[in-house]
C-alpha cells in the first residue's frame, strides 16, 4: 500500500523568506503525487501534480516540488513566502485501488506565516 | 462553474438525531467523493461513486453511515444516529473521469460541512 508521511505538524516562518513542507512517500512503484492546499474554513486545492513526466513541478502561487526518488521524497518549496500563504498543505499519493485511482492524505502541515 | 456545493456549512445537532448532508459535484463530473477530517485521523475517505454508482465503501465507519447519489447532480450522506464522535468536517469532492482509469486526478472540493453532535 501506498503512503506518505509529512514529516513536520507545523512549521513558521517570516514574510518574504524560503518555506520548505517536506514529505516522503512508501510507494512499490512509480508514484502519482500531489500537494494540496486547504485555507481555513475553505475546502482543499490542488497545488500542483508529478506523474512522471518532469522531477521538477512547478504549481500555483510560486510554489514547486522536487521528485527525487533516491529520497523517496517530494518536498514543497517556495523562495519567499507570503502573508497568504497561511494555510494547511497536504502530500498526498495516488494508489490504484479497485478499478480506480484512490488518494492518500497525509496527516497535513500547517504553515504560518509572520510578518 | 459554482464548483462543488455542499451543505449547510454549518450542522449543530443532539446525540441520537438523524443528519443529512448534500453535496451538489462539478456539471459533468462523473466521479464524486465523500472525504471527513479530523484532527485525530485526518482526511479520510469514506465513500467514492462513479456514474452514480457506489465503488468503494470501505472507509463507511458503520451502518449508522448511509450515503447515496440518485442522480448525477446530487449526493447525500446521511448519519443516523448521530453521535458526538462524528463530530467533524464532512467534505464532498468531485472529478471528471475514474473508474475506467483515470485521465485527471484533480479534485474539486466543496467548502466542507462543519458537523457537531452534543
Known amino acids: 500500500a501506498q503512503s506518505v508521511t509529512q514529516l513536520d505538524s507545523h512549521v513558521s516562518v517570516s514574510e518574504g523568506t524560503p518555506v520548505l513542507l517536506r514529505c516522503n512517500y512508501s510507494?512499490?512503484?512509480?508514484?502519482?503525487l500531489f500537494w494540496y492546499v486547504q485555507h481555513p474554513n475553505k475546502g482543499l486545492q490542488l497545488l500542483l501534480k508529478y506523474t512522471s513526466a518532469a522531477t521538477l513541478v512547478k504549481g500555483i502561487n510560486g510554489f514547486e516540488a522536487e521528485f527525487k526518488k533516491s529520497e523517496t521524497s517530494f518536498h514543497l518549496t517556495k523562495p519567499s513566502a507570503h502573508m497568504s500563504d497561511a494555510a494547511e498543505y497536504f502530500c498526498?499519493?495516488?494508489?490504484?485501488?479497485?478499478?480506480?485511482?484512490?488518494?492518500?492524505f497525509g496527516a497535513g502541515t500547517r504553515l504560518a506565516v509572520h510578518p | 462553474d459554482a464548483g462543488v456545493i455542499q451543505s449547510p456549512r454549518h450542522e449543530v445537532t443532539e446525540m441520537g438525531q438523524e443528519v443529512t448532508l448534500r453535496c451538489k459535484p462539478i456539471s459533468g463530473h462523473n466521479s464524486l467523493f465523500w472525504y471527513r477530517q479530523t484532527m485525530m485521523r485526518g482526511l479520510e475517505l469514506l465513500i467514492y461513486f462513479n456514474n452514480n454508482v457506489p465503488i468503494d465503501d470501505s472507509g463507511m465507519p458503520e451502518d449508522r453511515f448511509s450515503a447515496k447519489m440518485p442522480n448525477a447532480s446530487f449526493s447525500t450522506l446521511k448519519i443516523q444516529p448521530s453521535e458526538p464522535r462524528d463530530s467533524a468536517v464532512y467534505f464532498c469532492a468531485s472529478i471528471r473521469g475514474q473508474g475506467s482509469g483515470a485521465t485527471n486526478e484533480k479534485l474539486f472540493f466543496g467548502s466542507g460541512t462543519q458537523l457537531s453532535v452534543l
Open positions: 510507494s512499490s512503484y512509480s508514484p502519482s
Open positions: 498526498v499519493v495516488s494508489e490504484a485501488s479497485g478499478g480506480y485511482n484512490k488518494l492518500i
